[in-house]
């Protein structure tokens, strides 16, 4: 038998290496592409995450029936945020229009002023 010769040997090795770069080449388009569309599902799946979240604790959350809260109790006995009729509200806040009006003149004049606290 004959030994091939060099060219040969040259020609089928270059052949074999141009064969296994494309399928390299191949390979490598397809994790590129494959890649891509995982970041996209995962942006889609971060930008749903926070459309639904949107500071809820959890997914089974309830709605208030009553669609407001009147008043809250504490422990202690204190009541916070308790409504009052819209003319006792008017009332205090007039008050306290005219106790900040009298504040002002009294400061004017250097003397000392206790400020008027509504409870």
């Given at each position: 038998m004959q030994k091939p010769n060099l060219y040969e040997r040259k020609s089928k090795l270059e052949e074999?290496?141009?064969?296994?770069m494309q399928v390299s080449i191949s390979n490598h388009k397809s994790i590129e592409a494959s890649i891509k569309n995982l970041e996209i599902q995962m942006g889609q799946l971060a930008?749903?995450?926070?459309?639904?979240s949107?500071?809820?604790?959890?997914?089974?959350?309830?709605?208030n029936p009553k669609e407001n809260c009147s008043a809250i109790t504490t422990r202690g006995g204190k009541r916070v945020g308790v409504?009052?009729?819209?003319?006792?509200?008017q009332e205090k806040e007039a008050k306290v229009r005219?106790?900040?009006?009298e504040n002002n003149e009294k400061n004017?004049?250097?003397?000392?002023?206790k400020e008027n606290v509504i409870e």
């Open positions: 074999t290496l141009n064969q296994f930008k749903q995450l926070d459309e639904n949107g500071g809820n604790f959890s997914a089974n959350t309830h709605t409504l009052e009729d819209e003319e006792e509200q005219e106790g900040s009006g004017k004049k250097g003397e000392n002023v």
